[in-house]
Structure formats: C-alpha cells, structure tokens
C-alpha cells in the first residue's frame, strides 16, 4: 500500500506536540531558569545580581555541603547495591511459587511502593521510636539498651537505608520476575537434562540472561538514591537535620529556609550534574560488563 509520507509525519508531529510543549515547558525551561539563577545572587523569589561562579567556588569550603555530599554518597553505599540483591533474592523466590500464593506474596512486597512516604514515616515511626517503639520494647525484653535510632549519628543512615529498601523493593521486584519470566524454559530444561546444579544453572543461565535487567534496576535505584530526601527530611524532625544533611536537603535549607535562591540553584546544577554523568558512567560499564560475560 502506498502512503502519504508528509501526511504521517503531520499526524505524527500533532500527536507528538502536546508531550513536547509540556516537557519544554515543565522540564527544560526550569532547568535553564536553574543554570542561569546559579550564576546570581538571587533570592528564592526575584532576581539578583550577576555573582559568577562565586556561587559554585563557595561550595568545597563549606562544611555542610561536604556533610550532604557524604552522606549522599553514603547513603547510596547503603542502599543501592543492596537493595538491588535483596529485590533479586526475592524475585528468585517469589518466581518459585504457582498460582494465588504467588500472586498474594507478590502483592505484600508490592504494597509499601504504592505508599505515600509520609504513610511510610508512621510505620516506621512506630517501629523505631525511641519511646513507644515496638524495636524498643524488643530491646527492653531482650535486655539490651535502647538506642535512639532516628537521633544518632551512627544508626540514622543506616535505618533510613533499611526504610528505603522496604519501600522501593517492590518495583525492582516485579522488574526482575518479568526478566525471569523472559528466559525460555527450554533452556532450564536442557539444563537439568545435563544434571546441572542449581547453582550452575543460575550462574550459567540466569545471571547472564537477567544482566540486563539488572543493569536497569542498578540504574533506577543509583538515581533515585542520589536524590534522596523524603525519608531524611520526615525522620530528622526533632532529630540532628545538619548532621544528616544530603544534597537535595541542602538545596531545600538554602532556597526555603534561608532565601537564597542562587547558592540552592548551584547545588541543583551540581546535583543535576552529578546524577547526569554517575548514572550514564554506571550504566555504560554495566553494559560493557554484560557484554563480556
């Protein structure tokens, strides 16, 4: 059949436009806006004058972007790796089982992702108190000295780390059992009629075919952990928020709490930055990494 090229590509364009004018008008705009308020003094409403790179050569000599800088990384130490593993070491499991089980077991992992994070702050509020907690009653039945978790130094990262896990495993979840549920039987079935272990099999069959997968949710996870700030913000109420401080925290302190719209956008930009070049560095030597297994 013959078609009208410059008609489809009409129809094309009409149906394409409303996405791009919003995503120019949501996305690339305000990100212009950003670069060009971070080379200002501006407030977080108004304009300001013309500061240079002042903005960004302040940000290696003060202590509490270092603070948020490491403890963003810190945090992404804590979480992204293993939360990549324990989604895999459940999808392997859950891929295990037939029928209503699986579903059922599916959906319980499921159901803290489509929570709000306040939601997830109760909860877990309620687990980590230092008063009324239900892990402090365990530690007073246990003998052991009760610890303000969402206070110390030491434990707050670590159980925000913990928190973000339970919460955001069950997307990785479902993204490594469609991985799972992709690799041909036949090639299980060849394998057992090999007499092949399961752990060769996984090693062998499994781990190769679901690399991409794992790839994408390595990604996924990097990103979205690099941005971290719900979690932090609701659990430092009342707490040390300058010890715990993490980059997108920072941008919030300096553009809401203390009006200054030009140091924040410089943060933004390098946060922006930041997440741009780890993500694409990260997952291109996956991929390379795959591709030589």
Same mark, same amino acid.
């Given at each position: 059949?013959?078609?009208? !090229? !410059?008609?489809? *590509?009409?129809?094309?364009?009409?149906?394409?436009?409303?996405?791009? #004018?919003?995503?120019?008008?949501?996305?690339?705009?305000?990100?212009?806006?950003?670069?060009?308020?971070?080379?200002?003094? *501006?407030?977080?409403?108004g304009?300001?004058?013309?500061?240079?790179?002042?903005?960004?050569? &302040?940000?290696?000599?003060?202590?509490?972007?270092?603070?948020?800088?490491?403890? /963003?990384?810190?945090?992404?130490?804590?979480?992204?790796?293993?939360? /990549?593993? $324990?989604?895999?070491?459940?999808?392997?499991?859950?891929?295990?089982?037939?029928? %209503?089980?699986?579903?059922?077991?599916?959906?319980?992992?499921?159901?803290?992702?489509?929570?709000?994070?306040?939601?997830?702050?109760?909860?877990?509020?309620?687990? +980590?108190?230092?008063?009324?907690?239900?892990?402090?009653?365990?530690?007073?039945?246990?003998?052991?000295? &009760?610890?303000?978790?969402?206070?110390?130094? /030491?434990?707050?990262?670590?159980? $925000?780390?913990? $928190?973000?896990i339970?919460?955001?495993?069950?997307?990785?979840?479902?993204?490594?059992?469609?991985?799972?549920?992709?690799?041909?039987?036949?090639?299980?079935?060849?394998?057992?009629?090999?007499?092949?272990? &399961?752990?060769?099999?996984?090693? &062998?069959?499994?781990?190769?075919?679901?690399?991409?997968?794992?790839?994408?949710?390595? /990604?996924i996870?990097?990103?979205?952990?690099l941005?971290i700030?719900?979690? $932090?913000? +609701?659990?430092?109420?009342?707490?040390?928020?300058?010890?715990?401080?993490?980059?997108?925290?920072?941008?919030?302190?300096?553009?809401?709490?203390?009006?200054?719209?030009? %140091? #924040?956008?410089?943060?933004?930009?390098?946060?922006?930055?930041?997440?741009?070049?780890?993500?694409?560095?990260?997952?291109? +030597?996956?991929?390379?990494?795959?591709?030589? !297994?």
């Amino acid at each position: 059949m013959l078609t009208n !090229r !410059r008609k489809d *590509a009409w129809i094309a364009a009409v149906l394409v436009a409303p996405f791009l #004018a919003i995503y120019l008008l949501v996305f690339v705009w305000p990100t212009i806006q950003m670069f060009g308020i971070s080379f200002t003094d *501006a407030p977080l409403i108004g304009t300001g004058e013309w500061v240079g790179t002042a903005n960004y050569e &302040r940000l290696p000599s003060d202590p509490r972007f270092r603070t948020a800088a490491w403890n /963003t990384a810190y945090f992404v130490l804590l979480t992204v790796l293993p939360g /990549t593993i $324990v989604a895999l070491l459940i999808a392997l499991g859950v891929s295990r089982l037939k029928g %209503r089980l699986q579903s059922a077991i599916l959906a319980l992992f499921f159901l803290p992702y489509i929570l709000p994070v306040s939601v997830v702050y109760l909860l877990w509020d309620w687990v +980590l108190n230092f008063q009324f907690g239900i892990l402090m009653h365990v530690f007073d039945l246990l003998g052991i000295e &009760r610890v303000p978790i969402t206070k110390s130094r /030491t434990w707050f990262m670590p159980a $925000v780390g913990i $928190v973000t896990i339970w919460w955001t495993a069950g997307f990785s979840i479902l993204l490594f059992l469609a991985g799972l549920r992709s690799i041909p039987a036949e090639i299980y079935e060849a394998a057992a009629l090999d007499n092949s272990s &399961r752990w060769t099999t996984f090693r &062998r069959i499994t781990w190769p075919l679901l690399w991409p997968v794992t790839t994408l949710v390595f /990604t996924i996870q990097l990103i979205a952990q690099l941005k971290i700030f719900d979690q $932090v913000y +609701l659990f430092s109420v009342g707490g040390r928020p300058n010890d715990n401080m993490v980059l997108v925290y920072y941008v919030f302190q300096r553009a809401f709490q203390q009006d200054q719209g030009g %140091r #924040a956008a410089a943060v933004a930009v390098t946060l922006f930055v930041l997440v741009v070049v780890v993500s694409v560095l990260q997952f291109q +030597l996956l991929r390379l990494a795959g591709g030589r !297994r």
